[in-house]
């Protein structure tokens, strides 16, 4: 069990450009969630995965977000676009599902995304 | 709308004092809620989980608290030390079990 890792871990881009983030989630996690968080702010809610299925979705994620999961495993998220405003910490959280269980979350080390 | 606010948002403190860190949610209905610690840079690295139909949990120097029907939890950090120093976040989940709903979290700092 190595973790849930993140990649990369910091990514600078110009203002218009699109970026794509990828995250592997723990082994056999199959719910998967992305979260945003700036500066001096708690984690917001973006998106959730039950294996490749995506089931939820903020109203932060916007038309210019995308994220996908295709067979259950790793995940990517994109910004298409990148506005200032999305420079944040992207984090990305795994949990397994068993009935009745915790839905602990265990969470990647994020990527720090700078728009200039 | 779920809300998390934690009190106070700093605290600093000299190494050995117990201490207690204030989490309150406006909507009781919730799956769980988990306590995080984050390193300034870093993710999120969980502290304890307390189950809905739970009162406290503990792990080591830690405990942490649970009311449902008046949306608190506490946090109680016993011994403190400069290793403790970090902010201190807490999330509650909603019943679906989808999303946690995060506070603002309380930045700890512990002095030798």
């Known amino acids: 069990d190595t973790g849930v890792s993140q990649d990369p871990r910091h990514k600078i881009t110009k203002r218009g450009q699109n970026v794509t983030f990828r995250c592997d989630p723990i082994?056999?996690?199959?719910?998967l969630y992305w979260y945003r968080q700036t500066l001096g702010q708690g984690p917001e809610f973006l998106t959730y995965?039950?294996?490749?299925?995506?089931?939820?979705k903020s109203r932060l994620l916007s038309d210019r977000f995308s994220a996908e999961r295709p067979k259950g495993s790793f995940s990517t998220l994109e910004i298409q676009r990148t506005e200032q405003g999305d420079s944040a910490m992207y984090l990305c959280?795994?949990?397994?599902?068993?009935?009745?269980?915790?839905?602990?979350?265990?969470f990647g080390p994020g990527t720090r995304l700078t728009v200039t | 709308k779920q809300e998390v606010t934690q009190i106070p948002a700093a605290l600093s403190v000299p190494e050995g004092e117990n201490l207690v860190l204030n989490c309150s949610f406006t909507d009781s209905a919730i799956y769980n809620l988990q306590w995080f610690r984050q390193d300034p840079g870093k993710g999120l690295t969980s502290l304890l989980l307390?189950?809905?139909?739970?009162r406290e949990q503990t792990s080591g120097r830690l405990n942490a608290s649970l009311d449902k029907s008046s949306g608190r939890s506490t946090l109680y950090i016993a011994a403190s030390q400069p290793g403790d120093s970090a902010t201190y976040l807490c999330?509650?989940?909603?019943?679906?079990?989808?999303?946690?709903?995060f506070g603002k979290g309380t930045t700890l700092s512990v002095s030798s």
């Open positions: 307390i189950q809905s139909s739970q």
């Open positions: 082994s056999e996690h199959n719910r």
């Open positions: 959280a795994s949990s397994p599902w068993t009935s009745g269980g915790s839905y602990e979350q265990y």
């Open positions: 995965f039950q294996n490749e299925a995506q089931l939820e």
């Open positions: 999330a509650a989940l909603n019943q679906a079990g989808t999303a946690l709903i």
